[in-house]
């Protein structure tokens, strides 16, 4: 139901700063967790962060823990993930999508309407 671009990607160096945008269609979309996902080439989608339907609580995986923060703003149905410090690692495609009580990791396993992404890339 919910239709999500994501945007903002692009080439920066290491130690350097991107924000993504994620655009959602839907009159619902500010009664989802919203999260941010990254795939990596040759591996499964990853969770990186995640909010709640009304930005009060925030989940990172350890790896981006003080480098990535994730807001939402319910009023322009977007969610954004602003990437700060990011290493070599950091460049893969990243993703959102809404929560699932199942939790994070079932959305980066069963979610199926994974869209076209935005690709951050990160040079030395």
């Not at 990186?48 to 703003?73: E, H, L, M, P, Q």
């Not at 969610?79 to 070599?88: A, E, I, S």
Request: overall charge neutral; glycine content about 14%; hydrophobic content about 35%.
């Amino acid at each position: 139901q919910l239709q999500l671009v994501e945007s903002g990607g692009g080439l920066v160096q290491a130690g350097g700063s991107l924000r993504l945008s994620c655009a959602a269609s839907g009159r619902t979309f500010g009664t989802y967790a919203m999260g941010w996902f990254r795939q990596a080439p040759g591996k499964e989608h990853e969770f990186v962060a995640g909010i709640s339907w009304n930005g009060g609580s925030t989940y990172y995986t350890d790896s981006v823990k003080g480098r990535f923060t994730i807001s939402r703003d319910n009023a322009k149905n977007t969610v954004y993930l602003q990437m700060n410090n990011l290493k070599l690692e950091d460049t893969v495609v990243y993703y959102c999508a809404p929560g699932t009580p199942r939790g994070w990791a079932a959305v980066a396993s069963d979610y199926k309407d994974w869209g076209q992404g935005t690709e951050v890339t990160v040079s030395s």
